[in-house]
């Protein structure tokens, strides 16, 4: 089994800034894709930025050239830099873990983390 921890949500004001950061645990080989997602509410799941194991980025166009994502592949961890951040961003954020395996020869498997809130205030 694998768990995502997320951590470094909070409170800002408009054109604030926070990082967001997802640590992977468990019994992990490799992870395809990492990235987060947010939630607002009633509203569905969206892409926030995603990144694969070899660097490749793709940001949602509301986020880009604000938000920045990077990973560490030896430590299971990816991390969201946002700056300039504005009311709308507001929402719960989801790490998410892509075509994770085990080993080797496993089949990949899909993992989510708890969520964390990002609350931006006018």
């Known amino acids: 089994q694998v768990q995502l921890v997320e951590s470094g949500g909070g409170a800002v004001r408009t054109g604030g800034s926070l990082r967001l950061s997802c640590t992977a645990s468990?019994?992990?080989?490799?992870?395809?894709?990492m990235g987060w997602y947010r939630q607002a509410p009633g509203k569905q799941r969206e892409l926030v930025a995603v990144?694969?194991?070899?660097?490749?980025?793709n940001y949602a166009d509301s986020v880009k050239g604000r938000f920045t994502i990077n990973r560490d592949n030896a430590k299971n961890t990816v991390h969201l830099q946002m700056n300039s951040l504005k009311p709308e961003d507001s929402a719960t954020y989801y790490c998410?873990?892509?075509?994770?395996?085990?080993?080797?020869?496993?089949?990949?498997?899909?993992?989510w983390g708890q969520g964390t809130q990002v609350a931006v205030s006018s």
């Open positions: 990144i694969t194991r070899d660097g490749s980025t």
């Open positions: 998410n873990a892509d075509g994770v395996r085990s080993n080797f020869w496993s089949t990949t498997n899909d993992y």
């Open positions: 468990g019994r992990i080989f490799s992870i395809n894709v």
